[in-house]
């Protein structure tokens, strides 16, 4: 495998993990997940956005610029020849003696790799159980930061549960879930989360709100209880992985009859054909 490290393409053996990088010892960097449809980086321009406002919030340079980047990502997504799969791509603070604030000069390292990834065609046809959890993360979760642990520590309690997602709350209210954003619908409202401090603002998440306007449905982007959402008629989340995926149950609760809503059903199928129309044929 061939990965990307800063402006070169290289094979993944010349890549050494420096002891000192911040990124290891303090979790001092950035991410981003890009979803490749038929060798097409899909919704590069929202990413690489994302991306660009998360550096500039934790104060890291990036190491090229951003037109640079992409191209390098199409170079890095051709070399991959994998056609349907996804791009990790990291940044972080880079390498220098042990101290909590900011190293006076440092080089930012930059790493991407390509791996194969598959639509998750049942789930998203049968719908998910979920469990909810305690949402312990930091209060800047809208920075796509390497700080993993409350989203990891509610992910491996939905596991073991042999739940598909976490459902988090913080005080009493649902924020998102460990890797996901979540959206729920009574009648015809659409409710989710504000896209603030609490919550990452998925891209999946952005997509589904263009979707959104050719329903019937009314968005309501206004935090909701546990209480409600149990009450709700459909419950979906979304992310770059599984798209728009339902719940059909929250903790032992089913959501609506325990199927995938009609709703989920439209927004799932106006995805697709997102998918496709960005597929050249
Ligand atoms: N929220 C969290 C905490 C996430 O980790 C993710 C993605 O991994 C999302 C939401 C969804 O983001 P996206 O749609 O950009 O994949």
């Known amino acids: 495998m061939n990965i990307l490290l800063n402006n070169r393409i290289v094979p993944r053996e010349s890549f050494s993990l420096d002891l000192e990088d911040r990124g290891f010892q303090f979790g001092d960097g950035i991410y ?4 490749i449809y038929d ?9 690489l956005e994302r991306l660009v406002r998360s550096a500039k919030e934790l104060m890291i340079p990036l190491p090229i610029p951003v037109n640079t980047l992409y191209q390098n990502l199409q170079l890095l997504v051709r070399d991959s020849e994998i056609t349907d799969g996804s791009v990790y791509l990291q940044i972080t603070r880079g390498s220098a003696p042990r101290f909590h604030a900011f190293p006076e000069k440092t080089d930012p390292t930059l790493v991407a790799y390509v791996r194969e990834m598959q639509r998750p065609l049942e789930k998203m046809k049968k719908g998910i159980k979920v469990i909810t959890a305690e949402d312990i993360r930091w209060l800047r979760v809208d920075i796509k930061s390497l700080n993993l642990l409350g989203n990891v520590l509610a992910r491996q309690k939905a596991v073991e549960k042999g739940a598909g997602e976490a459902i988090l709350i913080r005080d009493g209210m649902v924020t998102e879930g460990s890797s996901s954003n979540v959206f729920a619908i009574k009648g015809n409202h659409c409710f989710t989360h504000p896209a603030n401090h609490l919550i990452l603002n998925g891209i999946t998440r952005q997509v589904v709100l263009r979707l959104l306007k050719d329903t019937d449905l009314t968005l309501k982007e206004t935090p909701i209880t546990l209480g409600e959402l ?7 989340i979304t992310n770059t992985g599984q798209e728009v995926c339902p719940v059909i149950q ?3 609760f089913k959501i609506g009859k325990g199927t995938p809503g009609i709703y989920t059903r439209q927004l799932q199928f106006a995805f697709e054909l997102l998918i496709g129309s960005v597929i050249p044929s």
């Open 39 to 47: 060798g097409i980086l899909f919704e590069w321009e929202a990413h």
């Open 230 to 236: 149990l009450e709700m008629d459909e419950v979906f």
């Open 32 to 35: 981003e997940v890009i979803r």
């Open 250 to 252: 929250i903790d032992e």
